[in-house]
């Protein structure tokens, strides 16, 4: 089955600590995306990729960190240096990020909850 | 400055009564625009999507969207809802480099 899948479902972070969240898909999409999000606020960017080994600064990135080594993968790292960071995580992807209308569309994974203990 | 608006943060309608949910977005040119929906705890799962051409679009689940470019608007419909129905809907608007999401509308269906 093609999807993205989204690991782990519920991760916890004590103060001071760094997590790594999953984000794997295998639909070949070349862009690759997550989000936050918080009650009442929608959803917003932290980080974008659009290729592999490239990724670029959405609306609200500062306390977070990704990587794009694989056009499967793109994991982004909730570091000490967020202050705020129980939320839920969304990981979605897209075909491509500047090409034709329908390749833009974006699938979303079933998502993170991050808690602070 | 480009955003979208969801101006029915919540709605409750009868089981079997129709449903329209609203979406307005603010952006010079027309937007690629999508409905998605989630339910508790879960991804997002897209509705519909608009790109040009028929301003009538359908979607899964029995849903429709309708765009109207002199107001703005790509307004979400189903003629009859299910218990089922009852989650949290989000219009998105891609325009030209980014994707905006509005706040979303939450759904409650009562018997």
């Known amino acids: 089955d093609g999807g993205i899948t989204q690991s782990p479902k519920y991760l916890f972070r004590k103060e001071g600590q760094n997590v790594t969240l999953s984000c794997e898909q295998n639909l070949n999409h070349d862009a690759m995306y997550w989000y936050r999000q918080d009650p009442g606020q929608g959803l917003r960017l932290i980080y974008y990729s659009q290729i592999v080994n490239d990724f670029q600064k959405g609306d609200i990135a500062e306390g977070y960190s990704v990587s794009r080594e694989k056009k499967e993968s793109f994991p982004l790292t909730v570091t000490s240096a967020q202050k705020n960071p129980t939320a839920f995580y969304l990981c979605a992807s897209s075909f491509d990020f500047i090409g034709r209308g329908s390749g833009k569309t974006q699938y979303f994974g079933p998502g993170t909850r991050l808690l602070v203990l | 400055a480009q955003s979208v608006t969801q101006p029915d943060i919540h709605i409750t309608v009868s089981e079997g009564a129709s449903l329209e949910l609203r979406c307005n977005y603010s952006y010079g040119a027309t937007p690629y625009l999508f409905w998605y929906v989630q339910s508790p705890g879960q991804g997002l799962q897209l509705l519909l999507k608009?790109?040009?051409?028929?301003?009538l679009v359908q979607g899964i689940k029995g849903f429709e969207a309708e765009f109207k470019r002199s107001q703005s608007s790509f307004n979400l419909r189903k003629p009859s809802v299910h218990w089922s129905d009852a989650a949290e809907y989000f219009c998105?608007?891609?325009?030209?480099?980014?994707?905006?999401f509005g706040t979303g509308t939450s759904l409650t269906v009562i018997p």
């Open positions: 998105a608007a891609f325009t030209g480099n980014q994707f905006y």
């Open positions: 608009y790109f040009s051409g028929d301003t």
